[in-house]
């Protein structure tokens, strides 16, 4: 048997659940008893440190990706057209889900189904509890006025494609527009999204503050 906690940190804080840990740890019993503590920000605190092993499960950068599509080919046999462009979408996914994508693909459609791959990226994004995945529509001839914002995008957005930095030309910071709601600076977002053809992702700052003390930096 074995003990699993999630979003274990408010429990250190409690006294008790400390000194049962120790309790726990250190009775002297024949039969091994693993704790596992699952968390993306481990904070042990230093009576406890020496009773603990931390284990990082990072995701793989796209280099890493890219070592393991090689390899998911060599072992499965199977034929993985643009693995840098593949390698690039399975950002933020760890291994298992990259593996476990590729697997249900090619077992469901007998091919890589890039709907599929973007589909899944869509899961994985909204798992996050805190970004919103938006099909973008409007496009720039939807919008008017704000022609100096048109006429900064116009001149930006070449810098934007990644065949711009085969050429040392450095990505552009973005734009940073201040209004009051209803102005437009998300809809412009959208348009820029539609143009270069890429996800439209929105940060709710509603989702990331908290009432709780310390809630709002987790």
Same mark, same amino acid.
């Given at each position: 048997?074995?003990?699993?906690?999630? *979003?274990?940190?408010? #429990?250190? *804080?409690?006294?008790?659940?400390?000194?049962?840990? #120790?309790?726990?740890?250190?009775?002297?019993?024949? #039969?091994?008893?693993?704790?596992?503590?699952?968390?993306?920000?481990?904070?042990?605190?230093?009576?406890?440190?020496?009773?603990?092993?931390?284990?990082?499960?990072?995701?793989?950068?796209?280099?890493?990706?890219?070592?393991?599509?090689?390899?998911?080919?060599?072992?499965k046999e199977k034929e993985l057209s643009n693995k840098?462009?593949?390698?690039?979408?399975?950002?933020?996914?760890?291994?298992?889900?990259?593996?476990?994508?590729?697997?249900?693909?090619?077992?469901?459609?007998?091919?890589?189904?890039?709907?599929?791959?973007?589909?899944?990226?869509?899961?994985?994004?909204?798992?996050?509890?805190?970004?919103?995945?938006?099909?973008?529509?409007?496009?720039?001839?939807?919008?008017?006025?704000?022609?100096?914002?048109?006429?900064?995008?116009e001149e930006s957005k070449l810098a934007f494609d990644?065949?711009?930095?085969?050429?040392?030309?450095p990505l552009p910071k973005g734009f940073l527009g201040?209004?009051?709601?209803?102005?437009?600076?998300?809809?412009?977002?959208?348009?820029?999204?539609?143009?270069?053809?890429?996800?439209?992702?929105?940060?709710?700052?509603?989702?990331?503050?908290?009432?709780?003390?310390?809630?709002?930096?987790?």
């Amino acid at each position: 048997s074995a003990f699993i906690f999630l *979003d274990y940190e408010s #429990k250190f *804080d409690a006294p008790a659940f400390r000194r049962w840990i #120790k309790d726990v740890y250190e009775l002297k019993n024949k #039969k091994y008893i693993p704790f596992i503590f699952i968390t993306s920000d481990p904070n042990i605190p230093e009576d406890l440190n020496h009773l603990f092993s931390v284990v990082y499960y990072d995701t793989p950068n796209k280099e890493e990706i890219v070592e393991l599509l090689e390899a998911y080919e060599e072992v499965k046999e199977k034929e993985l057209s643009n693995k840098d462009e593949l390698a690039h979408k399975f950002l933020g996914f760890n291994r298992t889900e990259i593996i476990e994508c590729l697997d249900y693909s090619f077992y469901k459609y007998d091919q890589l189904d890039w709907t599929y791959v973007n589909n899944k990226r869509i899961e994985v994004i909204k798992k996050s509890g805190v970004l919103d995945y938006r099909e973008p529509k409007l496009t720039m001839d939807d919008l008017a006025g704000n022609n100096e914002f048109k006429r900064w995008y116009e001149e930006s957005k070449l810098a934007f494609d990644p065949e711009a930095r085969k050429y040392n030309v450095p990505l552009p910071k973005g734009f940073l527009g201040l209004s009051i709601p209803g102005c437009g600076k998300t809809s412009f977002a959208e348009a820029i999204a539609n143009d270069l053809n890429v996800p439209m992702l929105v940060l709710n700052m509603g989702s990331l503050l908290s009432k709780y003390v310390g809630e709002s930096e987790r």
